[in-house]
C-alpha cells in the first residue's frame, strides 16, 4: 500500500539548534512532495513543494527540502529554529499516476522550539 | 485574495444524527478535497471534487458522501454519525490539474456526543 512515513513524532530543539525532519515514501512512478505547517490553532500551510527539476528545493521562512530518488525520501531542514517555529509538520505526497489532487499525509511531527 | 472559508468552525451532533459542512473554495479553484484529521489516524483523504464530479475517493464508509456545485462550493454530508466520527474536517482547494499544491481551510471541529 501507498504510504509515507515521518521518523520523529516528537522533537524538542532549543533556538538557534539545526533542524531535520524526514519524510519517506512508498510510492511508484512520478510524485509531487509537499511539507505542510500547522501552528498551534492555525490551518494547515505550505512551506514547500516539489514537482520537478532542482531536488533542494527552498520555501519559506527559511526551510528547505532535499528529495532524494534513490531513497524515497524528502527530507525537512532548516539551519537555525526559532521559537515561532513550535508547530506539526506534515510531509504530504501526490502520486501523478492518478489523476487529481490527493494528498496522502504522513503522521506527523510535533516541534517544540525552547526559548 | 480570500482563503478556502469553511462553515460552521464548530459542530456538535448526537449520535445517530447527521451533518452537512460547507466549503468555499479559492475564487478560480476548481479542485475541493475533505480531509478527516483525527489524533489516532492523522490526515486522511475522503474525496475530491472537480467540476461537480467526484475524482477520487478514500477509504471511508458510505455514510460519507460529498457534493460540488457549480461555482465550485462544496459541501460534505456525514449521516448516522457515530462518535468515532468526532474530527476536524478540512477542506482544500486546488487548481484544475494533477498533483497541485492545496490550500486548505481553517477547519470545521465535529463533536459526536
Known amino acids: 500500500a501507498q504510504s509515507v512515513s515521518q521518523h520523529n513524532h516528537h522533537v524538542i530543539l532549543s533556538e538557534a539548534a539545526s533542524l531535520e525532519l524526514g519524510c519517506n515514501y512508498s510510492y511508484g512512478g512520478t510524485v509531487n512532495l509537499f511539507w505542510y505547517v500547522q501552528y498551534p490553532g492555525q490551518h494547515l500551510q505550505l512551506l514547500l513543494k516539489?514537482?520537478?527539476?532542482?531536488?533542494l528545493v527552498k520555501g519559506i521562512k527559511g526551510f528547505e527540502a532535499e528529495f532524494i530518488k534513490s531513497k524515497f525520501s524528502f527530507n525537512l531542514r532548516k539551519p537555525s529554529v526559532q521559537w515561532s517555529d513550535t508547530a506539526e509538520y506534515f510531509c504530504?505526497?501526490?502520486?501523478?499516476?492518478?489523476?487529481?489532487?490527493?494528498?496522502?499525509f504522513g503522521g506527523g511531527t510535533r516541534l517544540m522550539v525552547k526559548p | 485574495k480570500a482563503g478556502v472559508t469553511q462553515t460552521p468552525r464548530y459542530l456538535i451532533k448526537t449520535r445517530g444524527q447527521q451533518v452537512t459542512l460547507s466549503c468555499s473554495p479559492i475564487s478560480g479553484h476548481r479542485s475541493v478535497s475533505w480531509y478527516q484529521q483525527t489524533p489516532g489516524q492523522g490526515l486522511q483523504f475522503l474525496f475530491e471534487y472537480f467540476s461537480e464530479t467526484q475524482r477520487n475517493k478514500g477509504n471511508f464508509p458510505g455514510r460519507f458522501s460529498g457534493r460540488q456545485f457549480s461555482n465550485s462550493r462544496s459541501e460534505m454530508n456525514v449521516s448516522t454519525l457515530e462518535l468515532g466520527d468526532s474530527a476536524l474536517y478540512l477542506c482544500?482547494?486546488?487548481?484544475f490539474g494533477d498533483g497541485n499544491e492545496a490550500f486548505f481551510g481553517q477547519g470545521t471541529r465535529l463533536t459526536v456526543v
Open positions: 516539489y514537482f520537478s527539476g532542482d531536488p
Open positions: 504530504a505526497v501526490n502520486s501523478l499516476k492518478r489523476a487529481g489532487n490527493m494528498l496522502t
Open positions: 482544500a482547494s486546488s487548481l
